[in-house]
């Protein structure tokens, strides 16, 4: 006859603390894998109702622009309220306020690149440092090309790539409601309520040199130069430097 085996009390509480938490693991990996789940289908849904408003806005565009012609009339846009400023000079002979408003648009190195809002403002502040940057009136697509393929978050202080979704979330979705980067991207162009928030997150676009170089820097774009509003044109400089 054999003696059941007797398996000392202090096992007995390890075997069932280790079983608590393997059901709590278990338990929080299936939630957070609802999570994500979910969090992709949200970003799915953005994504399709962000792209059938900017098609609806671009055949509004072309319908009023049709309109107008067939009026006699023309069709005059909406100022841009949106401008991409690229840094085209370095520290040299930098007098102290341009150097202060160099380090609030945050364009502390040479082919930096930011997103500023259009107002009165920010329109003075880029008109004071103007010979030292080049900027213009990106398009939505080199928008959305800049933060998909150079753009970085600020989290914590540190620079981190926009390869997930949840880095996005985790920042600044809470505050703002900006779970990924397609809410990025909509933010961003349409100037919303949480522009400033949304734009302070992404870290100063760090471009390239320009392919094919840039023109004299000592004279204005005007003048076959490099510095100042190229308006629509900046699209082609974001293309050679993205």
Partial sequence: ?????????????????????????????????????????????????YAA?????????????????AAGNFYVEAQPTIAFVIRTRGINKLAPKQKKIMQL??????????????NRATINMIRLVEPYVTYGYPS???????????GYGKVNRARIALNDNSTISDTIGEKCGIHCIEDLIHEIWTCGTHFKEANNFLWPFKLTS????????????????VWGNREELINDVIKRMN
Avoid: C, W
């Fill in 1 to 49: 006859m054999f003696r059941a085996r007797v398996v000392p009390e202090n096992i007995q509480k390890k075997q069932a603390r280790d079983a608590k938490l393997l059901k709590q693991t278990v338990q929080r990996r299936a939630d957070d894998k609802k999570a994500r789940a979910a969090a992709r289908k949200a970003a799915g849904e953005n994504a399709k109702k």
């Fill in 140 to 150: 939505r697509d080199n928008v959305r090309r800049l933060i998909y393929k150079r």
């Fill in 105 to 118: 648009l945050r364009l502390r190195q040479l082919h930096n690149g930011v997103f500023v809002k259009l």
């Fill in 53 to 69: 408003e900017y098609a609806k806005a671009d055949k509004d565009l072309i319908d009023a622009k049709r309109n107008a012609k």
């Fill in 210 to 225: 320009p392919s094919k170089g840039f023109e004299k820097k000592r004279h204005p774009f005007h003048r076959g130069g």
